[in-house]
């Protein structure tokens, strides 16, 4: 965090629009101030879009009057019931709203709204570094406003409230899952008290709304080290609320002096192994991709394992199994997604197959490495394929140095021979080079079951190599297995079936 004088935060914001604003509040006798995260992040050097703006009285008068002001060019939008307005000007946004005090009912977030002062706006704001005002008019431009201390919180790395912090959740239960956010976004630790709050009140969270929630969970993901973030929610109880097949990951189990590792601890660390290896990929998507796939493979490396406390077992002499553990966590996927109103698109697809395939490049590393089984590999992840093995290599958090070694040495053999496999058979694209068509043409069949399965024969024969990647070799091999299933192509002798 840096130190900004009175001289230093009138240059920050000397900028036109501010000035602008400054001089339509004194034309109205209004006090206005910049406030929220615009003015944390002046602090903290976080590049910010967003500038709210407070203004003591009409902040919809002082947005139209703006609006007037900066004339075309200016776009002005007016929601009379939430008593605020943005305006849009090349790309700038501002959003102004009058000072008020709130009073909530205790099962909504839709709080009794009255104008008030500038205090009581900035007393009723979530956190203390969130509380920060800097005044715009002309006379005490660039003035800082710092009632609660929001200052020195940010210098010691504190997320607090203002207000006694079970209000505070109480008034706006999303406000833990924000306290949680800054926390990981920001790497501040939460306050004794304001942490204790988060545990009494975690159950109020049942009144916001799932979108709400995965927005929050998205910036926490999207943050350095997210684990930080799962950790907290671990720790006041809202894990188990939000993400219950998360929280349930949580354990070890001890049977004859035998432990498996606690999977929620391991998730967490292959998510922020994940974190580490994309910290500069876009949180845009990227050209030729539908969706980020920062955010997304950050949510394959969370939920890889969820269908592991389903799975486990002990076996006599083995010890702890996860068999299938995979499929079991791809057949999660859905009703999860359902449940938390994850994206049910592309997006979440993206998560299944992920989950569902994230065993076998372990698999085949721990086997022989043969080119039909990394074939098969290249061909069911398809276009996936980098950031599946991506997903494998941060699931490898042994601390046995040599095992984790050998496990690398062979990942990267399966590596080169995908490199290898890919730059001879292109089978990102591979399509069967017999069509049920052709083989209905040439039986003189109805559409039925044997197409599938000779179709099925073909495509394992050429990933096993046992024949080239070619029509010829496809056709010749197809009418000899027909030909053992009874089968005779239809002749001018021989019309029908
Ligand atoms: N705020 C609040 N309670 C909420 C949401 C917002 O008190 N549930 C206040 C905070 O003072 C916050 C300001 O409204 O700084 C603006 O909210 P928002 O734009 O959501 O958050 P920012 O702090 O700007 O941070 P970010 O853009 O990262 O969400």
């Known amino acids: 965090m840096r130190d900004i004088t009175l001289e230093q935060m009138r240059q ?70 939430f008593g605020t307005a943005q305006v849009k000007y090349h790309g700038i946004e501002v959003e102004f709203v009058g000072a008020r005090r709130e009073s909530y009912s205790h099962d909504s977030r839709k709080p009794v709204v009255e104008d008030g002062t500038l ?76 942490q204790q709050a988060l545990e009494r009140n975690a159950q109020r969270i049942s009144i916001i709304s799932q979108e709400r929630i995965v927005d929050e969970l998205n910036k926490i993901m999207l943050s350095p080290v997210p684990s930080l973030g799962f950790i907290e ?20 189990e001890v049977r004859g002096g035998r432990a498996h590792k606690d999977n929620l ?87 299944q197959k992920l989950v569902g395939l994230h065993m076998r490049p372990i698999a085949i590393a721990d086997a022989e490495v043969t080119d039909s089984a990394v074939r098969r590999l290249l061909f069911e992840a398809g276009e996936d394929i980098d950031d599946l093995m991506l997903l494998c290599e941060a699931d490898i958090t042994s601390r046995n140095q040599q095992r984790k070694q050998r496990f690398l040495d062979n990942f990267r053999m399966v590596r080169e021979k995908l490199t290898d496999l890919q730059a001879r058979d292109s089978y990102r694209t591979w399509t069967n080079p017999i069509t049920g068509e052709e083989i209905m043409q040439t039986f003189g069949i109805e559409p039925c079951k044997i197409i599938g399965e000779l179709k099925q024969m073909v495509k394992d024969a050429i990933w096993d190599s046992l024949i080239p990647n070619t029509h010829e070799a496809a056709r010749e091999y197809m009418l000899q297995c027909a030909a053992q299933k009874g089968l005779s192509p239809v002749t001018p002798d021989n019309p029908t079936q």
């Open 265 to 351: 601890y391991h998730s967490l660390e292959v998510l922020d192994n994940v974190a580490a290896v994309t910290a500069d990929w876009s949180d845009e998507a990227a050209e030729g991709q539908t969706f980020p796939h920062k955010l997304w493979l950050r949510w394959a490396a969370l939920l890889h394992d969820i269908g592991k406390p389903r799975s486990k077992r002990w076996e006599q002499g083995t010890g702890w199994t996860f068999h299938n553990h995979n499929y079991l966590g791809e057949k999660m996927i859905p009703g999860l997604s359902r449940r938390m109103k994850l994206p049910m698109d592309e997006r979440m697809k993206y998560v």
């Open 233 to 252: 929610m671990t720790r006041c109880g809202l894990l188990p609320l939000v993400m219950p097949e998360v929280a349930a990951l949580e354990g070890v």
């Open 12 to 81: 920050l914001l000397d900028v036109p629009i501010f000035h602008q604003i400054g001089q339509t509040a004194d034309q109205l006798g209004v006090e206005c101030y910049v406030v929220g995260g615009y003015v944390r992040d002046l602090f903290l050097e976080r590049p910010s879009k967003d500038i709210d703006c407070l203004v003591v009285g009409s902040g919809i008068a002082v947005a139209e009057a703006l609006g007037r002001r900066l004339g075309k060019g200016a776009n002005v939008s007016v929601f009379r019931n």
């Open 119 to 194: 205090e009581d706006d900035l007393c009723r704001r979530d956190f203390t570094v969130n509380a920060l005002a800097v005044c715009l008019n002309r006379e005490r431009f660039g003035e800082l406003v710092d009632r609660f201390d929001g200052l020195a919180d940010m210098q010691d790395g504190i997320i607090a409230t203002p207000l006694d912090p079970d209000i505070t959740f109480s008034d706006d239960p999303l406000r833990m899952m924000r306290c949680i956010r800054f926390a990981t976004q920001l790497r501040m630790c939460i306050e004794d008290e304001t």
